[in-house]
């Protein structure tokens, strides 16, 4: 079997091959993330996106240990369950000196344990002797600081930067600055204890003289700083006891799930440890950044869709999503950043690129699902929690969205919402699929603007819906019932004119001169999630989903595989990404086809299970699945963690038991609840119903399920429900 898949000058690498072991490491905390090489190390190869950054700003562009003389041997590399450490074992090779071998293979142990808290890098270097011996070695580190921009880590070219200041060395620390363009002086101080034998402005010695089975440790702490404010910093230890402090009171506010599948249980554990990494520390409260390392900020679509998958496990995401975009929702027309009154945000950037508008994303609204996605987590939020108080909160804003979907998103009165691109800089494409060749005819001519997706029609049918819903609970009665009737009258005109019987399929989208885009995409899965398909179109839909063409084994593919820009090795032409496929696991199911959203579930997980540390990357790629011992083709540039990779599980989960809790009945409702062949057994601990939690435990194979309260309130119910044709 070959390890890697080379396509021009792009290299693909199997999950079952051993080179996949030579990925990164990731940890992220706040606006602060790390991407480290299996080492610990930061170096400038592979893509290069290695480093520590703060701010959209990369603050350490190389940090290399070396023990003695050479690069320790690598032992064992991971990040730990709660994604809060990087811990690394290490060995020494041969150290010479004077031409002999001083201090042979294997004889000195390097342990790295490493964590980010409040834009401070915390390391501890311990270093053990195991030989019969004394020894006496050198721990050496390299640093370098290029203060390069997100932007231009990813490839961009500026015509003209900043300049580093004059480094400033003191006994037990290194200061690197860098004044922006922006006018901004961004610092990396970096401080050692106890102080080294040696120290410059790019490279640092500690002696480590030790007797047999003695060990020392030598602790490292990079703050990223800006201006002229120093970055508090902590002893290791006292951090350490900080950040799991607050670690653990983040566990107790989400539900947690327990299975009889030890494999599913390490798949939803670190589901669960990424969407908790991706929120704890981040300035925006309870908002959830997108993913790492390219998106660690606030993605409109991409928290709106990870709250709604994690809602009945963690409500409390939603109304953070909710508040922070009802808070940066447009409020007038500014076309170089895609603004329009009532438009939610699509994405929010900092760094000096972003701040001398070299790029478009301080506060970017590119995107035409937002919106509607916004309404629609607003109906869901309320009746999960019967939170009115706080829905009356941003009412105003859910009513502005409504306005911009029937002036801006339908300019020109044909009743559908289309997207066209308004700044040179922005994006072409303005659904989830954002590539550039994303939206094209069956002969592969790319769509001209302005473009109808169909998703997006389905989104603003559910949001018109969902609002009706509030407005009645809100007592705006007749605007819930014009809602409704609008709903109605979009369901016809879609159906009528983005199915096709051909295809089995509705069409992509509809071109600037409304004709069809007849090319089967994942797009029309999401019309089921949205609940606008008629019946017989969700059957005849279901099997197109299911079919050969596009359910490639791990889930469905973006593309049908006969269409002609279908490449498995693509963004979006043809892989396969689990956030996608767990919006259409939930549609099949709200639709009763249980059997197809568990094909979908099941592939999933079956892929998570040959991924490194269980955790599903942003995407990978569509090729068939070959075996039941090969793992799925990755991706090379995907993210992971991703936000809504990670909480596809919980949709996923969610859609096969057909759960669903009505805080203001006080009921929770298992409809028409299937479990997978892979485990009879599933526990929620503090499951929030209401005001109060309680302990639930579902007992079933297949369609055989019960339920029973283990603890909690005497009040709450536990409703079985039958899904009906739509």
């Known amino acids: 079997m070959e390890d890697v898949i080379r396509v021009k000058d792009h290299f693909y690498v199997l999950a079952t091959s051993a080179l996949a072991d030579d990925r990164t490491r990731v940890l992220k905390h706040g606006d602060t993330f790390a991407v480290f090489n299996r080492f610990g190390d930061v170096e400038s190869v592979g893509l290069c996106e290695q480093g520590l950054y703060h701010g959209g700003t990369r603050h350490l562009s190389r940090m290399v240990v070396r023990l003695g003389d050479s690069a320790p041997q690598l032992l064992r590399s991971t990040i730990q369950d709660d994604d809060a450490f990087l811990t690394v074992d290490t060995m020494n090779l041969d150290i010479h000196q004077g031409g002999r071998v001083m201090v042979p293979r294997g004889s000195i142990h390097l342990f790295r344990s490493k964590f980010l808290w409040n834009a401070v890098c915390y390391e501890q270097l311990r270093v053990s002797n195991f030989s019969l011996y004394e020894v006496e070695t050198t721990v050496g580190v390299e640093l370098r600081a290029d203060f390069a921009d997100i932007f231009q880590v990813r490839g961009a070219k500026r015509e003209k930067c900043g300049v580093m200041l004059p480094p400033q060395v003191t006994e037990d620390s290194v200061i690197l600055s860098y004044e922006g363009r922006d006018r901004i002086t961004r610092r990396t101080r970096v401080s050692f204890s106890p102080t080294p034998a040696r120290l410059t402005a790019e490279n640092v010695e500690f002696l480590a003289a030790l007797d047999r089975k003695q060990e020392e440790s030598f602790y490292i702490s990079v703050s990223c700083e800006e201006e002229e404010s120093r970055r508090r910093t902590f002893s290791f ?48 409260q309870d908002y959830p950044y997108a993913g790492v390392p390219w998106f660690n900020t606030v993605f409109g ?253 791990w889930g469905v593919r973006t593309l049908d595989c006969r269409a002609v820009r279908y490449n498995p090795m693509s963004y979006h032409n043809g892989s396969v990404w689990p956030h996608d496929n767990s919006i259409i696991a939930s549609g099949l199911a709200r639709y009763g086809f249980k059997k197809e959203a568990l094909a979908i579930f099941h592939g999933t997980f079956e892929a998570s299970t040959f991924m490194e540390l269980n955790r599903l990357p942003e995407l990978f790629c569509g090729f068939h699945r070959r075996s039941a011992v090969e793992g799925p083709t990755l991706y090379p540039v995907a993210c992971s963690p991703q936000t809504w990779a990670a909480g596809a599980a919980y949709l996923l989960l969610e859609s096969c038991l057909g759960l669903k809790i009505d805080a203001k009945e006080n009921c929770i409702e298992l409809c028409t609840p299937h479990l997978p062949d892979f485990f009879e057994d599933l526990r929620l601990e503090n499951l929030r119903v209401g005001d109060e939690t309680v302990d639930l435990m579902v007992h079933g194979k297949g369609g055989d399920v019960t339920a029973e309260i283990l603890r909690g309130h005497a009040g709450i119910k536990i409703a079985f429900g039958q899904i009906f044709p739509q």
């Open 301 to 553: 679509r991409d928290g709106i869709i990870a709250a709604r998958q994690c809602l009945w496990t963690a409500p409390w995401v939603a109304r953070g999503v909710l508040r922070y975009l009802a808070e940066t929702q447009a409020s007038e027309v500014i076309p170089a950043e895609e603004a329009e009154p009532g438009k939610i945000l699509h994405e929010m950037r900092r760094g000096e690129m972003t701040n001398l508008k070299e790029v478009p994303f301080g506060r970017y609204y590119g995107s035409v699902d937002s919106t509607p996605l916004f309404i629609m987590l607003a109906g869901s939020y309320l009746e999960r929690t019967d939170d009115t108080g706080f829905l009356k909160t941003i009412w105003p804003s859910v009513l502005a969205a409504l306005d911009w979907i029937d002036r801006y998103g339908d300019a020109d009165h044909d009743g559908f919402v289309e997207y066209q691109q308004k700044s040179s800089r922005g994006l072409v494409q303005q659904g989830w699929k954002d590539s550039h060749d994303s939206v094209f005819h069956e002969d592969g001519t790319l769509a001209d603007a302005p473009i109808a997706l169909c998703e997006v029609q389905a989104y603003v049918y559910a949001a018109k819906l969902s609002a009706a819903v509030v407005a009645r609970r809100l007592d705006h009665a007749e605007l819930a019932a014009r809602l409704s009737a609008e709903a109605k009258a979009l369901q016809g005109k879609f159906e009528r004119q983005f199915w096709d019987d051909d295809l089995n399929c509705y069409v992509l989208a509809l071109d600037g001169r409304k004709r069809p885009c007849r090319v089967r995409t994942s797009n029309a899965g999401h019309c089921l999630f949205a609940g606008i398909a008629s019946r017989e179109h969700a059957v005849r839909l279901a099997g197109t989903l299911l079919g050969d063409e596009l359910f490639c084994g």
């Open 237 to 284: 230890d006292c951090a350490r006891h900080e950040m799991m402090r607050s670690l653990e009171q983040e566990k107790q506010r989400v539900c947690r799930v327990f299975t009889s599948s030890p494999r599913l249980d390490a798949w939803l554990a670190r589901s669960g440890s990424d969407l908790q990494m991706m929120i704890i520390g981040n300035p925006e």
